[in-house]
């Protein structure tokens, strides 16, 4: 999905949970969301083995280096994502992917409200 692109600009530009404003905060929370939907989108076609996005959400919560209480804000978050989109797809179907390509362009817009402009060359 073209989320992973988005989600490694966050990496791309790291900033500690704890200097970000408010808003940016928010928007990770958001993305967290977003990722935990995209987990269960791409496991529900790709099968219970699949961590891809598990493991880049572990990524964002390393990278970010949130405190305790915002760290359980990101989980539950993802949680939440995981658990919705689950339940509205509990097998993969042309739904599904289209539920992914949505997903994808989620993931896409809250990743570039996180990172910085770069100076043009």
Excluded: K, Y
């Excluded at 990496?11 to 969301?33: G, I, K, S, T």
């Excluded at 964002?60 to 990101?74: I, M, N, P, Q």
């Amino acid at each position: 999905m073209r989320i992973v692109l988005a989600a490694l600009a966050l990496f791309a530009f790291p900033a500690f949970a704890q200097d970000r404003l408010p808003v940016e905060r928010q928007v990770l929370v958001d993305l967290a969301q977003v990722i935990g939907q995209a987990h269960a989108l791409r496991q529900t076609c790709n099968g219970e083995d699949d961590q891809f996005w598990r493991s880049r959400m572990m990524s964002l919560l390393e990278t970010e280096d949130a405190d305790f209480v915002f760290s359980e804000r990101l989980r539950a978050a993802f949680n939440t994502g995981f658990m919705a989109r689950r339940q509205q797809h509990p097998s993969c179907t042309a739904e599904t992917r289209a539920a992914e390509a949505d997903v994808s362009a989620q993931g896409q817009a809250l990743a570039r409200r996180l990172a910085p402009a770069r100076p043009q060359r």
